[in-house]
T-cell receptor
Framework: GAVVSQHPSRVICKSGTSVKIECRSL??????MFWYRQFPKQSLMLMAT?????????EQGVEKDKFLINHASLTLSTLTVTSAHPEDSSFYIC????????????FGPGTRLTVT | DAKTTQPNSMESNEEEPVHLPCNHS???????IHWYRQLPSQGPEYVIH???SNVNNRMASLAIAEDRKSSTLILHRATLRDAAVYYC?????????????FGSGTKLNVKP
């Protein structure tokens, strides 16, 4: 079945640095991908919609200059957390819709970001 | 966006059926009802979805109330591997229909 991967699975970075998280659709093309954030014991919160070849659209309250999204190809979207702070520590999850099953979202395994 | 309400947690015994309820009283006529589940430290996975009629697949059954203001996910025989957080989500059948707004979900504990 369709698979979405994320890299890295875990990352630790120092406060003030930037970190990039990759989301790939492994066996299908995705013109749209979604990024979510999940704090411990909380639900997923939609951050933004990543659109191939155009700008991402961000949910209300999400800082676009802090969470840079690039969807440069039909199989890859990246989320860069710029000038990371400890409060950005979270579980980041991406998702994409396979063209053969447009009712279903495939989610990546998530990336655990820890900012020290 | 239409909101869903689920119990925070439920408990079941292994190999017994589980009925997970979801209320969505503000659902619109074109909203699909989706269920996803999330195992610890993993991304969510699709379980089932429906519009008006009850649905069955290899994982579960979905019973939708006639007025569509509530639905119930049915796991016919719970296993320990079914312990997860189950999310009921409404998906609009319009532009950006794959944007999901997750509610708080129901954490299902399965006792051996």
């Amino acid at each position: 079945g369709a698979v979405v991967s994320q890299h890295p699975s875990r990352v630790i970075c120092k406060s003030g640095t930037s970190v990039k998280i990759e989301c790939r659709s492994l066996d299908f093309q995705a013109t749209t991908m979604f990024w979510y954030r999940q704090f411990p014991k909380q639900s997923l919160m939609l951050m933004a919609t990543s659109n191939e070849g155009s700008k991402a659209t961000y949910e209300q309250g999400v800082e676009k200059d802090k969470f840079l999204i690039n969807h440069a190809s039909l199989t890859l979207s990246t989320l860069t957390v710029t000038s990371a702070h400890p409060e950005d520590s979270s579980f980041y999850i991406c998702s994409a819709t396979p063209p053969t099953a447009d009712y279903e979202q495939y989610f990546g395994p998530g990336t655990r970001l820890t900012v020290t | 966006d239409a909101k869903t309400t689920q119990p925070n947690s439920m408990e079941s015994n292994e190999e017994e059926p589980v009925h997970l309820p979801c209320n969505h009283s503000t659902i619109s006529g074109t909203d699909y009802i989706h269920w996803y589940r999330q195992l610890p430290s993993q991304g969510p996975e699709y379980v089932i979805h429906g519009l008006t009629s009850n649905v069955n697949n290899r994982m579960a059954s979905l019973a939708i109330a006639e007025d569509r203001k509530s639905s119930t996910l049915i796991l016919h025989r719970a296993t320990l591997r079914d312990a997860a957080v189950y999310y009921c989500i409404l998906r609009p059948q319009v532009y950006n229909f794959n944007k999901f707004y997750f509610g708080s979900g129901t954490k299902l504990n399965v006792k051996p």
